[in-house]
């Protein structure tokens, strides 16, 4: 492997688009999240056989609470199948499953339920899947923000112990390198309150395919285009 190829570690992904790619088809807007949780397992097993030692991806962000009752529903029975059946698969695919979000907004059935698959993959050695469930990126700087200023006031730290590395080591990503690239599905170009600190450096890539019909192929030409972009790091 060269060099270049060792530097993608990490991708991160909004999946945006299920109820458009639903509704274009006359369905309910939950046969597109449907169709969505399926491209998810492709989509990881492509990553996970390309190399990729991270891929981040946006399932229910903290805003997404607000949508109505009977979506809201939808997407955690999704979820709650989801866990016990799919992400089983990718188990056995050597990915390592973790989640990232606000826990305690969910049922308690699906934290255990995540629990456990993080416990079942922990030591396995491909590929790690984040899943960003009930994630709110500025909620997450907000938490990193009180645990910094109560480490200053008990006086562990002083404040100029304060650093990059301190706060990003508050995040839920502290041992995961930051994304290189970052693609958004379906069109829109928003960052939509995710992973805003570690995105700092990421390459952007935005794609008309709506998330559903979002394929490997696809994902192989955005890493291909990947190695052909410099990345500067705010240096000539
Ligand atoms: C955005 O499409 C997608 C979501 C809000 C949820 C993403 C969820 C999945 C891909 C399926 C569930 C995943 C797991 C892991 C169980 P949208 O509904 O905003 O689409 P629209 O913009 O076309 O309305």
């Keep these: 492997m060269s060099t270049k190829q060792e530097s993608l570690q990490h991708i991160a992904v909004i999946m945006d688009g299920n109820g458009r790619w639903a509704q274009k088809r006359g369905l309910p ?10 491209t998810v397992k ?33 997407l955690m029975d999704l979820l709650r199948q989801y866990l016990k059946s799919d992400l089983v698969e990718l188990h056995k695919h050597g990915i390592r499953i973790r989640f990232i979000g606000e826990r305690y907004m969910l049922d308690k059935d699906i934290v255990e339920s995540m629990e456990q698959l993080e416990q079942n993959t922990a030591d396995n050695k491909g590929m790690t899947l984040i899943l960003a469930i009930s994630y709110g990126s500025r909620q997450e700087i907000v938490a990193a923000v009180r645990k910094v200023a109560a480490m200053v006031k008990k006086g562990d730290i002083s404040e100029s112990d304060v650093d990059i590395d301190l706060v990003s080591d508050m ?42 019909d979002f394929t490997p192929n696809e994902l192989g030409e955005i890493i291909d285009n990947f190695y052909l972009r410099e990345r500067r790091y705010g240096k000539v």
């Design 42 to 74: 492709e989509i990881a097993k492509a990553a996970n056989e390309r190399g990729v030692r991270f891929l981040t991806l946006y399932a229910f962000s903290t805003e997404n609470w607000q949508r109505p009752k009977d979506e809201v529903k939808t």
């Design 171 to 212: 995040l839920y990503t502290k041992d995961v390198p930051d994304p290189d690239i970052l693609i958004r599905t379906s069109g829109e170009q928003r960052i939509s309150n995710y992973l805003l600190w570690q995105l700092a450096y990421a390459e952007l890539f935005f794609t008309k395919t709506l998330w559903p």
């Design 29 to 38: 807007r939950a046969a597109g999240h449907k169709k969505g949780a399926e």
